[in-house]
């Protein structure tokens, strides 16, 4: 087994959440780490003196299961190797392969001393069945890419490397783990991330929806990919894609709008995508429409449309989102009168406004960047943050950061 490369805050809230009784639900996009982590959690039993007896570990995607389709056959296989004594810890990888998993789940809890974590690289594993059988039953632990902090971990560099090239190649390839093997050989990586990509689009989204059209979906997530961090609709992308002939609108019905509108529910659903809703700063309210949406990792967005300097802006705001999301903020685009901040990222007990812009250097920018924080009538904190490094940290007291201080912070 290759050597585990630790995921510490992950782990954590594994060992937070151990012999509590709630099931231990760890979800994100394929190979962003779920399988290592869980096998991280194995060893940590082990190392704290669990007996292998009282640990099972199934990964469900492995053909050594294949007999066990559905929730019958894997309660049996499961029951008959429980421990009698003390607590078994079951841990099972990719349970979306088993039919109705979730009653044998629930029958597991009610039947035996035992402590459950599964993984999942689908939102259906939370879909209805299951939410309404487990309701306040299990905790929810997602999953993402390596954040920047993780990256530098992650990787050797050369001592020569200084820390915005380091930045730079995080901009370029993303934070999936598996590129760590490739040593920042760009055709190498993009290969990787395309098998990545293409196993999420057939397995997870294709094979279970077989009236989705490919064509129609790949058009959908490039045109996604190339408005990242853009406020849009579905009936505006419609719309567009209409114009470029690729969706029929049938005698002026907008089925386009549906149509996108439930393909990016399945890129939602396979983690591909993420959406932020808007929220009024002023009357303190979600709105229903116009939100953005983000990708989950930078490098598949490269990898699809080609790395362009271009766009650093909304790569630095992706990068951005996904760090907040990280932090454990809820986090929403903010409507301030006719003006737009970024994000409104939110704890229960903190709350926090932030601009994101390449520089902060020209009168325009910095005027454009601090109107809408200036317009926000509260006292929680403030931020611009910007690839600069300046000596002023502050402009009326909203302050201004180095992106990647902030991200290492």
């Not at 009698?84 to 029958?107: M, N, P, R």
């Not at 293409?198 to 929806?209: F, M, P």
């Not at 990708?295 to 598949?300: K, N």
């Not at 362009?308 to 409507?335: S, T």
Request: charge should be neutral; include cysteine.
């Amino acid at each position: 087994m290759p050597k585990l490369i630790n995921r510490p805050e992950y782990l954590k809230q594994l060992i937070q959440n151990k012999d509590v009784d709630l099931v231990k639900i760890v979800t994100g996009i394929r190979r962003c780490g779920k399988s290592s982590l869980l096998d991280l959690f194995h060893q940590y039993l082990t190392d704290n003196g669990v007996a292998d007896s009282n640990i099972i570990h199934m990964n469900m995607e492995s053909l050594r299961y294949r007999d066990i389709t559905n929730y019958l056959t894997f309660y049996d296989y499961v029951s008959e190797r429980i421990s009698k004594e003390g607590k078994t810890y079951l841990i099972f990888d990719e349970l979306q392969a088993v039919e109705h998993w979730e009653k044998a789940i629930e029958s597991f809890r009610l039947d035996f001393d035992v402590d459950i974590y599964i993984t999942g690289s689908n939102a259906y594993l939370l879909s209805t069945e299951f939410s309404t059988l487990l309701s306040g039953r299990y905790v929810e632990i997602r999953m993402l890419p390596l954040s920047f902090k993780e990256f530098l971990t992650f990787y050797e560099f050369d001592k020569s490397v200084t820390m915005d090239e380091k930045f730079q190649r995080y901009l370029q390839f993303g934070g999936m783990p598996i590129l760590k093997e490739y040593k920042f050989d760009v055709a190498r990586i993009n290969q990787a991330l395309d098998g990545i990509y293409s196993t999420v689009v057939l397995r997870d989204i294709l094979q279970k929806n077989n009236q989705v059209d490919q064509t129609m979906l790949q058009k959908i997530i490039l045109f996604l990919c190339s408005n990242i961090g853009s406020i849009t609709s579905p009936n505006k992308i419609g719309n567009i894609l209409s114009d470029e002939g690729d969706i029929q609108n049938l005698k002026g019905k907008n089925v386009a709008g549906k149509t996108v509108e439930k393909y990016i529910s399945l890129l939602r659903n396979a983690y591909v995508f993420l959406y932020v809703g808007r929220y009024d700063v002023k009357g303190k309210q979600l709105l229903k429409t116009l939100g953005k949406i983000y990708i989950i990792d930078i490098g598949f967005r490269n990898m699809l449309l080609g790395y362009r300097d271009a766009d650093r802006g909304h790569i630095l705001e992706n990068i951005v989102f996904l760090e907040l999301i990280r932090r454990d903020y809820r986090v929403y685009i903010g409507k301030v009168g006719e003006t737009e901040v970024d994000f409104v990222a939110e704890k229960p007990d903190d709350k926090l406004y932030i601009q994101v812009t390449e520089s902060m250097q020209s009168p325009e920018t910095r005027e454009r960047e601090l109107r809408p924080l200036r317009m926000i009538p509260d006292n929680y904190e403030k931020i611009v943050l910007s690839m600069d490094r300046s000596f002023i940290k502050s402009y009326d007291g909203i302050k201004s950061l180095n992106l990647i201080d902030w991200l290492l912070s």
